[in-house]
């Protein structure tokens, strides 16, 4: 935890939506001091790093990142994740509960939680689990949960179909304030279903499942919240028809809040081509129309939240037929180059990524990072946006190597990333 | 003569003069089939591997002499029974035919896009033989020929293709062959049999089967799989009859010397009345059958001749 200067920077704040020059002043794990323009002046006795003007901005905060442990280590362990995400520039990772066995006991919490601390070198707050097994019969312990630092109850890709089992655990979460991130799908029309269902489903004989049925779990979720009161997080729409319910839900006041994929924003169902199973994720690709309106609902503030969705599976899972594949994708290591399309696409700003990407989770959740404020924890990441990259998979720092943007040029490099004004990469 | 595939895995690929191609070369297969000595040779030597995951007799027969009429050795695999109950995946299983060294794989798969995804795998010339709902290109040549035998011509025809439209690997080989060689493509089946935007691929989708069948030259049945019927995408067998149900007064609509087709193994009384079925004015449901061995043969042999000349040139040359 040195004291240092990081001068000559291109500073990115979310919070104030700018991007000026200047200098950010660290001292024992904190951010001391941000200083624009002129008066960056160096202090003394102070270790100085000259950022060159690459782009300084607060370290990502990655809602819903699936480290394999317990059960498929082989996929990913802390370690491995937690090498990627510094490299990635993601300083917290809010972790899934869809593991094997599923962490729905604040044993099993206490277990991520100590496994995080010792392997990975940047922050990790687990979610656990909404129901025990994530079968959707019996919620969880949430009080000891809560006390043992789970940040979020999911199911992950799980729908708690039963409504009344799903009632109670809104309910019983709402007097605990706990937050409830869900992925709003009906179950029953979207079983089954390898891809979106349109003319490329059509053509390649894939079963496929329609965008409508999002909007029918988004539709099922809002009434519910509206019945109970719950804090909810939507965590990975990806289709224009269910925009509406969800600006419904806001503007009516519900404590609720969505997210979409850095896949849904950068990809559509086009993708997949050839039957590449590296583009199976879930939910799945949509059409480009779909892609392009959550762009713009990311730019208007409608969805708060982008995350990378991380989904480590091993070469036997993905080379297999496309519907018998197993869905996701890596993407810590790709989510800031992926992001910068759309800052080079001309659609999103640096401090619009950046709100999305690091401040408004961080806020969902409760946590002090995700802003270039004095006081505010240390954990940076600078970058250089325009710095071209041919993505080879096999360099991940991930144990799987499951991207879809593998070849994929791209802009965007991470110079170095710091924890608590710790550094835990550089380039 | 053009043909440059690898592989026959779909119709999506082929361009309208491969497609000539292999009807040209079909034909003269269609006449040593009929000739007393049924025996050619330009397979010969070459080990032709049948690997079937879905059940099949009649494609699986069909290749079968195919491949023996042209001197090939022929072996069955009945992939059901064997490997994937042992928990092999596809691609081990490859692998291992693989090192057997075939020179034609013949590979019928219950899901989409696994045949794609086997000859990524291997260095032999593959064939689909249907893929899950995805393509099934020789019944779609065979078609073809069948069409081009009894109308004389292979263009500015109207078509229309029948029943469950959705799960049909052959109607989706048909639809993209028809359209390539520029014919009109009508659907005739209940919504719930029908592709989601199936319109985009230039065919009239048709919900009426009088209407569809107005003054079309072909009628292409699809069989209705049993598994369909119960109240899941029709409400019963009957009504499924009395509405798509290819009969003397539907069929009345269609152009007077309008054909007969069906790619077999017919539900009589399900989507075909049996009497039409057996019309040899109408039907040509046995020839398509006897186009199929032309076919495949054609189709084989061309693939074997890209694979020759494909293995003279030295892989880093």
Not at chain 1, 147 to 161: H, I, K, L, P, Y
Request: hydrophobic letters at 45%; charged letters at 25%; aromatic letters at 4%.
């Amino acid at each position: 935890m040195n004291d240092m200067l990081l001068t000559n920077a291109r500073l990115i704040d979310p919070e104030a939506g700018t991007e000026v020059a200047g200098a950010v002043q660290i001292s024992g794990g904190r951010i001391a001091a941000v200083l624009t323009g002129v008066e960056a002046a160096p202090a003394t006795g102070l270790q100085v790093i000259d950022c060159s003007g690459k782009c300084l901005a607060p370290g990502i905060v990655d809602l819903g990142v699936k480290v394999c442990e317990p059960g498929e280590r082989h996929k990913e362990s802390f370690r491995s994740a937690g090498r990627a995400a510094a490299a990635g520039g993601v300083t917290t990772m809010i972790t899934r509960p869809d593991t094997l066995p599923a962490i729905d006991s604040p044993e099993q919490l206490e277990f991520v939680s100590r496994r995080a601390a010792e392997a990975a070198p940047v922050r990790i707050h687990p979610m656990a689990a909404l129901t025990k097994g994530r079968q959707g019969r019996e919620m969880v312990e949430i009080g000891f949960l809560l006390d043992a630092g789970a940040v979020a109850f999911s199911d992950a890709d799980a729908v708690v179909a039963d409504t009344k089992v799903y009632t109670r655990c809104l309910t019983y979460a709402r007097s605990l304030g706990a937050l409830v991130v869900a992925h709003p799908q009906e179950p029953i029309l979207s079983a089954g279903a390898a891809t979106t269902s349109g003319k490329f489903a059509s053509l390649k004989g894939l079963p496929a499942v329609s965008p409508m049925a999002e909007r029918l779990g988004l539709e099922r979720d809002m009434t519910l919240v509206e019945m109970t009161g719950a804090r909810y997080h939507a965590d990975s729409l990806s289709t224009a028809v269910a925009l509406p319910v969800l600006e419904r839900a806001k503007k009516a006041g519900l404590d609720v809040t969505a997210g979409v994929n850095i896949h849904h924003l950068t990809l559509n169902v086009l993708d997949i081509g050839d039957y590449r199973t590296f583009f199976k994720i879930k939910p799945p690709l949509r059409d480009e129309d779909d892609r392009l309106a959550m762009v713009e609902a990311v730019g208007a503030g409608l969805i708060d939240i982008i995350s990378s969705m991380h989904t480590p599976q091993d070469e036997e899972s993905k080379r297999l037929p496309f519907e018998e594949a197993a869905s996701g994708a890596v993407a810590l290591e790709t989510f800031l180059p992926a992001a910068l399309r759309l800052y080079h696409a001309g659609q999103l700003s640096l401090p619009q990524l950046f709100r999305a990407m690091a401040l408004n989770p961080a806020e969902r959740l409760g946590l002090p990072t995700g802003r270039l404020a004095e006081g505010a924890p240390a954990d940076l990441v600078l970058f250089d946006p325009d710095a071209p990259i041919v993505l080879d998979r096999f360099t991940l720092r991930s144990k799987s190597k499951n991207t879809p943007f593998d070849g994929a040029r791209m802009q965007g490099k991470v110079l170095r990333t710091w924890v608590g004004g710790t550094e835990v990469f550089a380039a | 003569m053009t043909f440059r595939q690898k592989h026959l895995l779909g119709i999506e690929g082929l361009h309208p003069d491969e497609i000539r191609t292999v009807l040209d070369l079909s034909e003269k297969y269609v006449d040593l089939n009929r000739s007393a000595n049924k025996h050619g040779d330009v397979l010969k030597g070459l080990t032709q591997i049948n690997m079937f995951f879905e059940n099949s007799t009649r494609t699986q027969s069909s290749f079968e002499i195919a491949g023996k009429r042209l001197g090939a050795d022929v072996m069955n695999m009945a992939m059901q029974a064997s490997s994937i109950k042992k928990g092999e995946t596809l691609i081990d299983t490859a692998l291992t035919l693989n090192a057997m060294h075939p020179d034609l794989l013949v590979v019928r798969h219950p899901h989409s896009g696994a045949v794609n995804l086997l000859a990524e795998k291997v260095n032999c010339a593959v064939l689909n033989a249907g893929d899950g709902k995805h393509e099934h290109p020789t019944q779609a040549l065979l078609d073809a020929l069948t069409i081009r035998y009894a109308k004389g011509r292979l263009h500015r025809l109207s078509v229309a293709i029948c029943g469950d439209i959705a799960h049909s690997r052959v109607a989706r080989s048909n639809i993209l062959l028809l359209g390539k060689m520029e014919n009109r493509v009508r659907l005739i089946g209940p919504p719930t049999l029908m592709p989601a935007e199936i319109g985009a691929f230039g065919v009239e989708v048709f919900e009426d089967m009088e209407e569809g069948l107005k003054d079309v030259d072909v009628v292409m049945m699809l069989r209705l799989q049993k598994e369909r019927m119960d109240g899941g995408f029709i409400p019963s067998e009957r009504e499924y009859y009395h509405r798509y149900g290819l009969d003397a007064e539907k069929l009345a609509h269609a152009k007077p010397d309008a054909i007969i087709m069906h790619p077999g193994p017919m539900n009589r009384g399900v989507e075909i009345d049996g009497t039409l079925a057996d019309d040899i004015n109408r039907s040509v449901i046995q020839d398509q059958v006897e186009m199929g061995v032309a076919v495949r043969m054609a189709a084989m042999e061309l693939l074997a001749k890209n694979l020759e000349a494909a293995r003279k040139v030295p892989e880093d040359a």
